[in-house]
């Protein structure tokens, strides 16, 4: 089993240990050059890739006066 993932920019498995922050390894990709932290490629890049679903709570917050409006009357 091996943790190191290959480059979520690049796609290039060149990927080198580069020190650690916050107590987590960071990784360099040789390729593009970009540095990562083992959290990314989980949550933020699901947000990235699914616009939707940010669509989705800025329509609900958009509805939330409209229901307490609807509530107080
Ligand atoms: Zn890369």
Redesign the pocket.
Same mark, same amino acid.
């Given at each position: 089993m091996s943790s190191q993932s290959p &480059?979520h =920019?690049?796609g290039?498995s060149h990927m080198v240990k580069n020190g650690s922050k916050d107590g987590q390894p960071r990784w360099v990709?040789r390729? &593009?050059k =970009?540095s990562f932290s083992p959290t990314l490629g989980t949550a933020m890049d699901r947000l990235r890739n699914t616009p939707t679903e940010v669509e989705c709570v800025l329509k609900v917050k958009n509805f939330l006066p409209m229901l307490r409006a609807l509530a107080c009357s």
């Amino acid at each position: 089993m091996s943790s190191q993932s290959p &480059c979520h =920019r690049c796609g290039a498995s060149h990927m080198v240990k580069n020190g650690s922050k916050d107590g987590q390894p960071r990784w360099v990709c040789r390729n &593009c050059k =970009r540095s990562f932290s083992p959290t990314l490629g989980t949550a933020m890049d699901r947000l990235r890739n699914t616009p939707t679903e940010v669509e989705c709570v800025l329509k609900v917050k958009n509805f939330l006066p409209m229901l307490r409006a609807l509530a107080c009357s």
